[in-house]
């Protein structure tokens, strides 16, 4: 069993979406992962980084929730969400055997804007639907995780009434000034755990025009709760689930340290869970294809 607390995040929800079973190897060091090599996921890494401080800036006079330890983020989340009316930069949110951190909450008595921050760009709401009307393939993963965080808030604090949004690029904006990207330089403590660096005093006048908008997804919140997000033909068994039913199924697992049970498909050839000639670590994607062809590596 894995050392508690063992929360189910964002980021390992993610992973169950991809594949459920990835839950057994991730935050295991005794797998190989290739994502933590892969330069071009880093890169986007720190572009996400950036953007997500600039949205800071959008919204004024928050709190930064800077603490990566679980006990002690929820200890100050919880503390300033005592207040009547605050904003608060990366607050910790637990439940159960849940944990998130929303990029920035606005919270104005029980009303409460859940903003998600993406370095991506959008153009239309008219992007977010396929043309037989349910959610793009390219933006399932966004909204999904959306959807994540306003279900573990929600549960947390059943009191609320949340508002949940994308914040994004805009590309009917063009940046107003010059070198935008250069006031948030991302760097690395000792640890090896990366952070902005503002490069000067942030001005009103020096960021120049928004170019981030932030979009109300609460409808399309809705669809993938109610599972009316997918075509139903496309649908795997996970897929047919309840959303809070899925959610719970995969915690528990990664709580239990449990393989999920394998199911193999051209998901598997983007593995991240693979080795080479450089590693003497397990490869997650053998094990997976010895489970259900046991001649696999003969």
Request: charged fraction near 30%; charge should be negative; aromatic fraction near 14%.
């Amino acid at each position: 069993m894995r050392q508690s607390p063992a929360y189910l995040t964002k980021s390992r929800f993610k992973s169950a979406l991809e594949c459920p079973t990835k839950l057994f190897y991730t935050s295991n060091d005794d797998y190989a992962n290739t994502m933590d090599e892969d330069e071009f996921l880093m890169a986007l890494a720190e572009g996400g980084f950036q953007v997500g401080e600039l949205a800071k800036y959008y919204h004024p006079g928050g709190y930064d929730i800077t603490s990566l330890k679980y006990k002690e983020s929820l200890e100050e989340t919880n503390k300033l969400l005592q207040q009547e009316n605050v904003i608060i930069y990366e607050p910790a949110i637990q439940f159960e055997n849940f944990f998130i951190r929303v990029d920035v909450l606005v919270k104005t008595g029980n009303k409460v804007d859940l903003i998600e921050v993406k370095a991506k760009s959008f153009k239309s709401r008219e992007e977010f639907y396929s043309k037989k009307e349910f959610i793009d393939t390219h933006w399932r993963p966004y909204l999904y995780d959306v959807a994540f965080q306003n279900w573990v808030t929600q549960q947390a604090f059943p009191e609320w009434k949340i508002a949940p949004y994308l914040m994004l690029a805009d590309q009917n904006k063009k940046t107003t000034v010059d070198g935008l990207n250069q006031l948030f330089i991302v760097v690395k403590d000792e640890e090896g755990r990366k952070s902005v660096k503002v490069t000067q005093e942030i001005t009103k006048e020096l960021l120049g025009d928004e170019i981030l908008v932030k979009v109300d997804v609460s409808n399309l919140v809705q669809m993938i709760w109610a599972g009316k997000d997918m075509d139903p033909v496309n649908k795997t068994i996970e897929d047919q689930m309840e959303f809070a039913e899925r959610s719970q199924l995969y915690a528990k697992y990664y709580k239990d340290d449990e393989r999920y049970p394998v199911s193999l498909g051209l998901k598997c050839k983007h593995c991240e869970f693979k080795k080479d000639n450089k590693h003497e670590l397990k490869s997650g994607f053998e094990e997976c294809w010895e489970f259900v062809y046991p001649d696999f590596n003969s």
